[in-house]
């Protein structure tokens, strides 16, 4: 395993994601106080989001550091699953801050209220530059598979465009004092997050609830086995999930008895590894076919093969009980 790799590459998403909150947290600060000073609702709006994108931020860092905590007895995967669960949290946030936007935006179209145009349009601007180099920050780097990093980098995506928006709406309002243009755009950035955190919130949703990587076909997969390696005869019991980024799976062979038992469990190991990128795989080899509800192996009736069954259990991590 390219385990140096991994390393290397969670520092830099470390000081990536650190970089960007830093960013993101001086720029939020900034934006409440222009929006109070300029009256502009966008800004505040703006603000407000900028503060998901730095909560955003955080939990992704929190995330990266616990990913990096080793396996334990109590938690024999580490605890990869605190990034899955901090996208999850990261998507209902945000939707949770454009119910809040759209809310406010429909009330200032009852009651518009004056804004400097000028004042918010600077602020916007280096609202923009900010964002511009936060996405930046995060989008360096082959972290596109990480859940996480994902996850900021879409908060900080939609932020952008928020600034956009505003800058937008401070030069129309500079030009003609038409103000409902202020919430108008903060609906339309609203729409785009949405589709964002919808998408996050299905992905996260999908790998907490252990279902199968989306680039694996569990029937397929079962498919091919059979007709690839000659010894195996049928595949069941095929269980794939997913934690952090790795996928995981444990599956039942019946195989014709093979001369050479650990050869055939390699080559099942190897043909998994190389067509789905499965390093970590239990294969279970029986030599019966498969019966009852469990699967249990039917009587063993001749003492030879009940010897090469007990080798069987002691190789391939089979648990059966007799």
Partial sequence: MAHTHSHS?????RTRLAAAFGVTAV???AEVIGGVVSGSLALLADAGHMLTDAAALLMALLAVQFAQRKPNARHTFGLLRLTTLAAFVNAIALLVITVLIVWEALRRFYQPQPIAGGLMLGIAIAGLLAN????WLLHRGSEEKNLNVRAAALHVLGDLLGSVGAIVAAVIIMLTGWTPIDPILSLLVSLLVVRSAWSLL????HELLEGAPSNINVDKLARELT???AEVRNVHHVHV??????????LHVQVIPPYDHDGLLRSIHKYLHQHYQIA???VQMEYQPCVGPDCELCA???????????HAALEGHAHHHH
Wanted: no cysteine; hydrophobic share 35%.
């Fill in 280 to 282: 970590h795989a239990t």
């Fill in 241 to 250: 999930w997913q934690v952090g980024e790795k996928p995981v799976l444990t």
């Fill in 202 to 205: 299905r992905e996260s949703l």
């Fill in 227 to 229: 007709r690839n390696i």
């Fill in 132 to 135: 511009l180099l936060s996405f």
């Fill in 300 to 310: 063993v009736n001749t003492l030879a093969q009940h010897d090469h069954h007990e």
């Fill in 27 to 29: 720029f939020m600060v």
């Fill in 9 to 13: 590459e969670h520092n830099g998403n």
